[in-house]
């Protein structure tokens, strides 16, 4: 009897045991571990709750690895990069760490030190992933972004032309550009003799690369060899008729100072001769027929411009003042209120083909999109 009581008994805390374990893990079912809550949070874009749960995780279990890493990323992305550095340079110290984990870490940093616009320190953690996997493209990108921003041209092209082979791409316009800011780099130190060997580099990666002969001009002329500006910027325009323009006022200028403004008509009606449906070389001829008191011929330029260019701001300008001069002033009036209602724009600008970032000036790299080469020589009108 008193051993069929035992086995009763038994039998019954065996089964309160069981019904218990059971709870346990129904309630670990419905109850995910914060980790697990943080990231269903950070999918839904709740930050702040994402947060508080993963600030949890790393008291309960701090050996969760990815936690930190994504603790100190909601930290940046909140304004704290400095802290978020900390994080995740604090996990640098830990011992048995995989090589994907450093890796991630190490990627993280970057970002951080960036974001607090420590590009020294920034630099420092990219050259160290990328010497962990020097095969991976993406590392090599974000190092490379780094250089650029940093102004260090040389290493810049170095990881470019590395990108470059294992993409298979040769990307010469973009290497001669660094060429270029490597050599104004030294011609802003004084050192132009230094600063020309560049833009030459980069005239042989590229030949028709516009801003190393219109800077290599100008070095010329700061060193007085008026001569030898003149020349470059002629054969620039001979082998770049499309950007010929942007060295007409330094042609201009140099011809004058060497009792030689004549041949600047000449300049422009061989420039004309190669690339006729560019208005730019033309309106300056046309300009030149103005202050020579050519109107008759100015004025049949200018309309000519206009027909295959009837949205050119300068060309229209031009016309409204050829007229006043010839006494067709109602002729002018007419032009002119079409520039007052906004027909014509009132200012042309250069702007990136990719952005659309708008600049008074031509530039080689935009300041937007930070893509090289995209400004268009011709101005938007």
Same mark, same amino acid.
């Given at each position: 009897?008193?051993?069929?009581?035992?086995?009763?008994?038994?039998?019954?805390?065996?089964?309160?045991?069981?019904?218990?374990?059971?709870?346990?893990?129904?309630?670990?079912?419905?109850?995910?571990?914060?980790?697990?809550?943080?990231?269903?949070?950070?999918? =839904?874009?709740?930050?702040?709750? &994402?947060?508080?749960? *993963?600030?949890?995780?790393?008291?309960?279990?701090?050996?969760?690895?990815? !936690?930190?890493?994504?603790? %100190? $990323?909601?930290?940046?992305?909140? %304004?704290?990069?400095?802290?978020?550095?900390?994080?995740?340079?604090?996990?640098?110290?830990?011992?048995?760490?995989?090589?994907?984990?450093?890796? #991630?870490?190490?990627?993280?940093?970057?970002?951080?030190?960036?974001?607090?616009? $420590?590009?020294?320190?920034?630099?420092?953690?990219?050259?160290?992933?990328?010497?962990?996997?020097?095969?991976?493209?993406?590392?090599?990108?974000?190092?490379?972004?780094?250089?650029?921003?940093?102004?260090?041209?040389?290493? !810049?092209?170095?990881?470019?032309?590395?990108?470059?082979?294992?993409?298979?791409?040769?990307?010469? $316009?973009?290497? &001669?550009?660094?060429?270029?800011?490597?050599?104004?780099?030294?011609?802003? /130190?004084? !050192?132009?003799?230094?600063?020309?060997?560049?833009?030459?580099?980069?005239?042989?990666?590229?030949?028709? +690369?516009?801003?190393?002969?219109?800077? *290599?001009?100008?070095?010329?002329?700061?060193? %007085?060899?008026? $001569?030898?500006?003149?020349?470059?910027?002629?054969?620039?325009?001979?082998?770049?008729?499309?950007?010929?323009?942007?060295?007409?006022?330094?042609?201009?200028?140099?011809?004058?100072?060497?009792?030689?403004?004549?041949?600047?008509? =000449?300049?422009?009606? +061989?420039?004309?001769?190669?690339?006729?449906? @560019?208005?730019?070389?033309?309106?300056?001829?046309? =300009?030149?027929?103005?202050?020579?008191?050519?109107?008759?011929? @100015?004025?049949?330029?200018?309309?000519?411009?206009?027909? &295959?260019?009837?949205?050119? #701001?300068?060309?229209?300008?031009?016309?409204?003042?050829?007229?006043?001069?010839?006494?067709?002033? #109602?002729?002018?009036?007419?032009?002119?209120?079409?520039?007052?209602?906004?027909?014509?724009?009132?200012?042309?600008?250069?702007? +990136?083909?990719?952005?659309?970032?708008?600049?008074?000036?031509?530039?080689?790299?935009?300041?937007? +999109?930070?893509?090289?080469?995209?400004?268009?020589?011709?101005? /938007?009108?």
């Amino acid at each position: 009897m008193i051993n069929y009581v035992l086995i009763v008994v038994t039998f019954i805390v065996l089964c309160i045991g069981a019904i218990r374990v059971m709870k346990r893990i129904k309630r670990k079912k419905q109850s995910p571990s914060p980790y697990i809550d943080a990231l269903h949070l950070l999918l =839904e874009g709740k930050k702040d709750e &994402a947060l508080d749960q *993963l600030k949890r995780t790393v008291k309960t279990d701090t050996e969760n690895i990815m !936690a930190y890493i994504q603790l %100190g $990323n909601l930290f940046r992305e909140k %304004g704290f990069p400095i802290r978020a550095a900390k994080i995740h340079r604090n996990l640098l110290v830990r011992g048995e760490l995989s090589d994907r984990e450093i890796s #991630s870490i190490l990627y993280h940093l970057v970002l951080d030190y960036k974001s607090s616009n $420590n590009l020294d320190r920034a630099i420092e953690m990219a050259e160290r992933l990328t010497n962990r996997a020097k095969k991976n493209i993406e590392h090599q990108q974000l190092l490379l972004s780094l250089y650029e921003e940093k102004g260090e041209w040389d290493k !810049a092209l170095f990881y470019q032309q590395s990108i470059n082979k294992w993409r298979r791409k040769k990307n010469q $316009n973009v290497l &001669a550009l660094y060429k270029v800011h490597s050599g104004l780099v030294f011609t802003k /130190k004084g !050192a132009e003799r230094e600063g020309r060997i560049r833009f030459r580099e980069a005239m042989k990666l590229n030949k028709k +690369c516009i801003p190393a002969y219109l800077y *290599l001009g100008d070095s010329y002329r700061r060193e %007085g060899r008026d $001569n030898n500006a003149y020349h470059v910027w002629r054969e620039f325009t001979q082998i770049n008729p499309e950007g010929a323009h942007l060295a007409f006022q330094r042609l201009r200028d140099v011809l004058y100072a060497l009792g030689k403004f004549s041949e600047i008509e =000449e300049i422009y009606q +061989c420039v004309i001769e190669k690339k006729p449906k @560019a208005p730019n070389a033309a309106l300056n001829l046309a =300009e030149l027929y103005k202050k020579q008191g050519k109107l008759d011929q @100015a004025l049949d330029l200018c309309r000519t411009i206009l027909e &295959a260019h009837p949205e050119s #701001s300068e060309g229209r300008y031009l016309l409204v003042q050829l007229l006043v001069e010839k006494g067709e002033k #109602s002729q002018a009036l007419e032009e002119a209120l079409q520039i007052l209602n906004g027909t014509i724009a009132q200012e042309s600008l250069f702007h +990136c083909s990719q952005c659309g970032f708008e600049s008074k000036e031509p530039l080689w790299h935009c300041p937007q +999109c930070r893509q090289w080469d995209t400004f268009l020589t011709e101005k /938007k009108q």
